[in-house]
């Protein structure tokens, strides 16, 4: 019953490192979603995709940039790792914004340890 | 901007007892989604609640309702005879027409169920 997959729970990483977060969802969603998670903050948005090859900065962009080749898979990517980049990051899917009411669906997260 | 507030940075229920978790936001778009979403240990954001800014009817899902008062900008989430899992953080966001519907969450407010 899994829809939403990112590929690692837990990553540490060495700064200036190029890190791939990987996520997969399985329901034919349009859209896609990067968020961050920190303490006391919330959820901020990094990056979305409406289709295939699109991408727009959500926001928070500053050193990710993001890559969506099949509808089915997001890849956010750090470029070179900093420690301010250590967080929880999520991935989320949703049909069409009309159908709002259903939703996003989340992975599990990836926290990131940036040293 | 939108903007969504969560003043109760933790809350402590009893077992069987009803909470009820703050959320109010700021919007000038009059078409907007209202949603809350729980976040257990394990990190995945889980979807409980939705609210249409054109709905009359307050929504529930089983033990979760939303008391939503639209001209006070509040839209509570009350769960009804609290259980040991519902203990987790709990995000209420807010997606506008204006900004696509993507939510904007809040802070955050942690609840700790006592048996």
């Known amino acids: 019953d899994v829809k939403v997959t990112q590929s690692s729970r837990y990553l540490v990483k060495r700064t200036g490192e190029k890190v791939f977060l990987e996520c997969v969802q399985d329901?034919?969603?349009?859209?896609m979603f990067w968020y961050r998670q920190d303490p006391g903050l919330g959820l901020r948005l990094i990056y979305f995709?409406?289709?295939?090859?699109?991408?727009e900065k959500g926001d928070i962009p500053e050193g990710y940039s993001v890559s969506r080749e099949k509808k089915e898979r997001f890849s956010l990517i750090l470029e070179s790792a900093s420690t301010n980049q250590t967080s929880m990051y999520l991935c989320?899917?949703?049909?069409?914004?009309?159908?709002?009411?259903?939703?996003?669906?989340f992975g599990s997260g990836t926290r990131l340890t940036v040293v | 901007a939108q903007k969504i507030t969560q003043t109760q940075p933790g809350m402590f229920v009893q077992e069987k007892e009803a909470v009820t978790l703050d959320c109010t936001y700021d919007?000038?778009?009059?078409?907007?989604?209202l949603f809350w979403y729980k976040q257990p240990s394990s990190g995945e954001m889980i979807f409980l609640i939705y609210?249409?800014?054109?709905?009359?009817q307050n929504a529930t899902e089983g033990r979760y309702s939303l008391n939503f008062q639209k001209a006070r900008k509040s839209a509570n989430l009350v769960i009804s005879a609290s259980q040991l899992g519902d203990s987790a953080m709990y995000f209420c966001?807010?997606?506008?027409?204006?900004?696509?519907?993507?939510?904007?969450f809040g802070r955050g407010t942690s609840l700790i169920v006592h048996p």
């Open positions: 609210q249409g800014s054109y709905d009359q």
């Open positions: 966001a807010m997606g506008t027409r204006g900004g696509s519907y993507i939510p904007t």
């Open positions: 329901m034919d969603h349009e859209n």
């Open positions: 995709s409406y289709d295939v090859k699109m991408k």
């Open positions: 919007t000038s778009d009059p078409s907007y989604g």
């Open positions: 989320a899917s949703s049909p069409d914004p009309a159908t709002q009411s259903k939703g996003y669906t």
